[in-house]
């Protein structure tokens, strides 16, 4: 199988990226790949400034890709598809536009998430959640911060239960394309969230994914963070007994990591005899 020449997953300076869309297509190029997906940060609750991480986000000078209303937003998310649209006309390469969602679960937002997408110029979006929150999905925060917010291990399980719990729901939502790095939360270390770690929680995820007929990715982002793929490989087992079609992802927040080890992923997805294979 040749290596894939395309990535769905990818982030510009709108969010958290580094490059412009622009530089970012110029280097998918440059790189032979035949199609391109913008999907920034769509990361939305109506309790978002009121989050305990929203100090720490400022002063990691991320603070701008966390919003607390859809309408005002709004604006914004229209004039990036814009920008899209004409850069792929412009560069001659077809481009998706997508959006990387945090889902979220209290009553209302889904529908708020349906009507906001529907006024966009979009293709498609992926979910991958970033955030941890209470049973009434009211109170929130990055998941990088559990361990300093919540240093007691069981209050830690509770919100990872939680966690995997609405990625299952996420996925059953019929909304999103391909689930983003399933397994995320293994950048805690071992002792909070190793792979062997809520096997139960994940395998209902890939029932999920399953049914729903939702494609699963592989990323190469884990190579970059955690020296490993996300998914881990008993995931990456499981999903090639059930059939899940999968994706290559680099994560890519900026144009050197485009197309990241795709190479070694492929390998790797050959090895576990995974076939099935998302593409637009």
Known sequence: M?????????????????????????????????????????????????????????????????????????????????????????????????FEVDYFTYDGWLDELKDFLSQLDYDYVLTGNHMLFDEKCENIFDLYDLPFLYPDIKIQQEFLHRHFVTIKKAVESGVFKFLAHIDYARKLGDSICAADMFKKEKQDILAALQKNKVALEISTKGLRKIND?????????????????????DDAHATNELGYKFELAEETLQKYKIFNRLKF
């Open 2 to 98: 040749s290596m894939q020449n395309f990535s769905y997953h990818t982030h510009t300076n709108f969010s958290d990226g580094r490059n412009t869309v622009l530089e970012m297509v110029r280097q998918a190029k440059k790189l032979g790949f035949c199609e391109l997906g913008i999907s920034d940060h769509l990361s939305i609750h109506k309790n978002m400034q009121k989050s305990l991480s929203c100090p720490l986000w400022k002063q990691r000078g991320n603070s701008h890709i966390f919003r607390d209303n859809f309408q005002n937003s709004l604006p914004e998310f229209q004039k990036h598809c814009e920008e899209i649209r004409k850069i792929s006309k412009a560069e001659k390469i077809k481009l998706y536009v997508g």
């Open 229 to 249: 793929f996300y998914p881990c490989q008993w995931i990456l087992a499981e999903s090639s007994e059930l059939e899940i079609p999968f994706v290559i992802s």
